[in-house]
Every structure is written in structure tokens, then in C-alpha cells.
């Protein structure tokens, strides 16, 4: 395995997180896009249902904090390589992993689902596609539900993720959290 990755320009809701004593679990390739910066413990996945397998494994813990799982099959596999059957076969396989999570989450567990850039896989061309990706939150507590507003920023995780643990987020960082949207 290759670490091609960089260190963090600034502090992320990661580190505000562990600096806090929360546990910080990276699946996938996390720990690579981060350098290893922020997280407390992390395992590398091989494919996407292996990540949603670790990810249940971490959630059948006793551990406080943030689980922050990638599933690069979507990308790497079938998004770049323009297969949306290949794409969708994933999908379905991801479908089945998730209903095993759900049924794993505490009533105050959140999770989130998204993407960090578009994957459309009937795009032409190999670069990644810049539509607008899903940004899903549920929680086992939810009594209600509706969309939310768009953001022009990913940084709305991170500040979303900080405030559910009541946690600032470093200085210097953007975005506002959409918990009270959620909550």
C-alpha cells in the first residue's frame, strides 16, 4: 500500500473531535486522504461491501464519536469506467449492507450519507462529473422528515458533525451546521 496523500492544510472536525477525546474511526481510504491526521483508529478496505462490513463491525462497538467511511467502488470501478450497470449492481449491493447497518444503529446514533463529488457513470468522459451529489441524514430518533437546504460547500459536514458532538470547529474552518435541520 502507497500513501500518496498530504497532510491537512489546516485543523478538520476530525481533530476537533479527537482533541475533544472522541473516537475518530476511518474505513476505506480515509486514512490516506487524511494523511492519518485526526482519525484514533482506522482499518483499509478492499471493495465497498467490505467497507460497509467494517463499518457495521465499528458500529457493533462500544465507541463515541465518528465512524467516517469511503466507498471508493462507486468511483474507482464504475463511475470513472462510464458502467452504469456495473454502477448499479453496486448499488443494489450497497442497498443490502445498509439495511444490515440500520439495524445496528443506537436511537442517538447519526448518519450520513454522501458523496464528495458526482459519479455519473453515463457521463463521457473520465474526469469526475460536477452534478449535485445526495446528502442524507437519518437518525433512528428522526420523528420527522424533509428535504434540506442546498449548500454550496462540503464544509457543512464537518460543522454538522462538530456541533451533533457539541464540539467547535478550528478556527479558520468554514461551514454551518444543518443539525437543526435534521434534528
Not at 474507482?76 to 447497518?101: C, I, Q, S, T
Not at 422528515?145 to 451533533?164: M, P, Q, R
Amino acid at each position: 500500500r502507497h500513501d500518496y496523500a498530504l497532510k491537512p492544510t489546516n485543523k478538520t472536525a476530525m481533530d476537533a473531535l479527537k482533541e475533544n477525546g472522541y473516537d475518530v474511526l476511518a474505513v476505506g481510504k480515509i486514512h490516506d486522504i487524511f494523511d492519518g491526521e485526526g482519525i484514533t483508529d482506522s482499518v483499509h478496505s478492499v471493495s465497498s461491501v467490505n467497507g460497509m462490513n467494517q463499518t457495521i463491525d465499528y458500529a457493533k462497538t462500544d465507541f463515541t464519536g465518528l465512524c467516517f467511511t469511503n466507498l471508493v467502488d462507486f468511483d474507482a470501478l464504475w463511475g470513472h469506467r462510464r458502467n452504469p450497470e456495473g454502477y448499479a449492481a453496486e448499488l443494489e449491493r450497497f442497498d443490502v449492507k445498509l439495511g444490515e447497518f440500520l439495524k445496528v444503529l443506537r436511537d442517538d446514533d447519526l448518519l450520513m450519507i454522501t458523496a464528495d463529488h458526482g459519479n455519473d457513470p453515463t457521463y463521457k468522459g473520465t474526469d469526475h462529473t460536477r452534478e449535485q451529489v445526495p446528502f442524507i441524514a437519518y437518525s433512528p430518533s428522526d420523528t420527522e422528515s424533509g428535504k434540506l437546504d442546498t449548500s454550496d460547500t462540503f464544509a457543512v459536514i464537518g460543522a454538522t458533525i462538530a456541533d451533533n458532538f457539541g464540539v467547535r470547529m478550528p478556527e479558520g474552518t468554514i461551514g454551518t451546521s444543518m443539525l437543526d435541520q435534521i434534528k
